[in-house]
T-cell receptor, first 113, second 110 residues
Framework: ETGVTQSPTHLIKTRGQQVTLRCSSQ?????VSWYQQALGQGPQFIFQYYREEENGRGNFPPRFSGLQFPNYSSELNVNALELDDSALYLC????????????FGPGTRLLVL | AQRVTQPEKLLSVFKGAPVELKCNYS??????LFWYVQYSRQRLQLLLRHISRESIKGFTADLNKGETSFHLKKPFAQEEDSAMYYCALSGVGSARQLTFGSGTQLTVLP
């Protein structure tokens, strides 16, 4: 069984640029959630995808968008990057069943200069 | 709105001593509570959840709805328990998003 993987592991962008982060869900999981973790803080929910549809969104502006593909992998896109977008971005997958456990990936560290 | 508060950013105890990591929550309903742990250089992983009522690695946590708390306890801390601990809440709803506290860094001293 393959766990959740994310790519890239880290990257550096400049303010105003766009970035795409990728996540491969754990085998058998059809739900992917994205979280932003700023330094010294707990993860903050961005949005969730279930069977290729957005299934809930946290308090993030529309420049944060996502996709889920038929194989249940997912992308997080952030447009018009701001300095405050610098954070660790975590992806978590789950089976979509009630009371399921979310399994986290290692994260992508984004630095915006 | 749902909120999780972990009042201690840092907590140090000696090996063999009891440890309690505090967690308080705010939620208008019946939440599901979790403890996640992140060991050094490892990914975030589930430690325990209140519905399973099980003990993992000697840790237990009891949901106290009156005090809106879900404190994590272990009677005898081990050095390998040193890690960052996050309390999290999931409300009722299709998204079942997790709301995390800011975490407590536990250090178990030899």
């Amino acid at each position: 069984e393959t766990g959740v993987t994310q790519s890239p592991t880290h990257l550096i962008k400049t303010r105003g640029q766009q970035v795409t982060l990728r996540c491969s869900s754990q085998s058998g999981h059809n739900t992917v959630s994205w979280y932003q973790q700023a330094l010294g803080q707990g993860p903050q929910f961005i949005f969730q995808y279930y069977r290729e549809e957005e299934n809930g969104r946290g308090n993030f502006p529309p420049r944060f968008s996502g996709l889920q593909f038929p194989n249940y992998s997912s992308e997080l896109n952030v447009n018009a990057l701001e300095l405050d977008d610098s954070a660790l971005y975590l992806c978590a997958s789950s089976s979509g069943q009630v009371q399921e456990t979310q399994y986290f990936g290692p994260g992508t560290r984004l630095l915006v200069l | 709105a749902q909120r999780v508060t972990q009042p201690e950013k840092l907590l140090s105890v000696f090996k063999g001593a009891p440890v309690e990591l505090k967690c308080n929550y705010s939620y208008s309903g019946s939440p599901e509570l979790f403890w996640y742990v992140q060991y050094s250089r490892q990914r975030l992983q589930l430690l325990l959840r209140h519905i399973s009522r099980e003990s993992i690695k000697g840790f237990t946590a009891d949901l106290n709805k009156g005090e809106t708390s879900f404190h994590l306890k272990k009677p005898f801390a081990q050095e390998e328990d040193s890690a960052m601990y996050y309390c999290a809440l999931s409300g009722v709803g299709s998204a079942r998003q997790l709301t995390f506290g800011s975490g407590t860094q536990l250090t178990v001293l030899p």
